[in-house]
């Protein structure tokens, strides 16, 4: 159908001219007088011919489109019905659209009133709102350990702070809350209470909620050798008291979790990682963990000895090797449930004939440490294989290949050596020395050369 749009005038479309139109490739205007106009246009879904009402507005001057429904929702007679009731109204001076106008203006003032009412809100911020946001829009993004942060300040300041505002919490408020956990003789989680919440609130001041840190400056709680590095590893008779206590039926910790701290010993590997053990890292003797669960963001090849493999278990039809025991198996086990299985082993209330805990003179729980061996965590198991290993000789370097620990610079661009076979020796080499230690002899474990496997 062709229409030629000089020659329209008033009613000059009709309801068969508008069905019988054919999708435009570009957006074309048929006028039906009066004002009246269909526009055509090229688009890919829903309604195409829309009708709109064309005038000069008395408030601007300017040329005006006032939307009335596409066709045919709206039909020709109700556009046209529409078309009429604006034309008298603008002969009157009353621009068609200046409700709209009016409506948009008190949007935009409300939306600036609004946006007002949250900065003046941001300065009545609860230490509570503020973790809230401090965990979901960074911490869970950036943060690897973003658990552990988030554990460590609901224990240790929202429980404490969480209902004030962030606009008076000054210095003296975090100096308390780590005086008393230095008090508990915690003298790292102290330090780590103090990072932590300081990085909270440098965060806030990036995002324009407060103008300033309070903790800004303001010195650690502790400094001194309980400070440094820990140093705990457990001797060859901890070693073999321990893994004798994980192999009771009476302790309040599920099998999983006992798995996973004797694996922890086996391979040297970091707690978080194990307990994240997943079936598609796994292939045959070697679990391959990816970068993003590594604290150097780099892809890590462990090698399973055959006591390993056994703790991994059947991967057939698994998901997480140490799932959850909340949900469906979509989660692993956490690692902060370690820590938590291990202390609560550590001092196990003594009841007497009726059940009842029991008490010393002084007034305090009469505990037993099931496990035996005295405080220590997940972490130093760690650093207890690692030092297995280095007893046994194997090489500085091959050792920190099997902790995944970041290396010199030129060595990690250029030596390209997966160091697979190194690995392996290491993991047989710690299996065997800790097989002599839970059996109690004297035996001599001699590494096998380096980069040799082991039969």
Known sequence: MVINMANLKSNALTDKAIQNLKKPDSKKWLRDGGGLSLCLTPAAKGNWRHWYYIYTSPETGKKTYKPLGSYPDVSLSSARAEAAMLKASLLTGVDPLAKERREADERREADQKKKLAAELEAQELTVSDLFDDYLKLHAMKQLKSWEKVKRTLEKEIIAVLGKRKVKSIAAVDLTKITSQIMKRDAQVQANRVHAYTAAMFSWAVDKQLIQNNPFKGLKKPFKGEKDQHRERALSYDEIAILWTALERKDLAMTDDIKAALKLILLTAQRPGEVVGMHSSEIEGSWWTIPGSRTKNGKTHRVYLSKTALMLVGSTEGKGYIYPSPVGKGEKHVAENALNSALRRNMSVPVLDDAGVPTYSDDGTPVTENKLGVVHFTPHDLRRTAATLLAKDKI???????????????????????????????????LERRIRVIISGTDAKVIPISSGKKAA
């Open 395 to 429: 090489p500085f370097e091959h050792r920190e290949r099997v902790l995944n620990h970041t290396l010199d610079r030129l060595d990690a661009i250029y030596n390209q050596h997966d160091f697979d076979d190194e690995k392996q020796v290491a993991a047989e080499t």
